[in-house]
């Protein structure tokens, strides 16, 4: 996967090079396909939960940076 710039758009470049289709993401996060649709053509963002789902099934962990530790 190619590094980009936010997690919007690694969650969405996850899901497009995932080797299963967006039914079977759909069943097995519990995301109704056409909210996955939206969400990897732009038409609308996800809630924290949602990416929270897809993310457990695409097999992604969301991280803090060091960037994030500077602030405390």
Request: glycine share 6%; hydrophobic share 40%; with cysteine.
């Amino acid at each position: 996967m190619a590094k980009t710039s936010n997690i919007e758009d690694q969650l969405r470049q996850a899901i497009l090079d995932a080797p299963m289709s967006c039914s079977q993401l759909s069943k097995l996060s519990g995301v109704s396909r056409g909210v996955i649709s939206h969400f990897v053509n732009r038409n609308r963002s996800v809630t924290m939960e949602t990416a929270a789902k897809l993310a457990r099934v695409l097999g992604l962990e969301l991280k803090p940076t060091n960037r994030a530790k500077k602030g405390r």
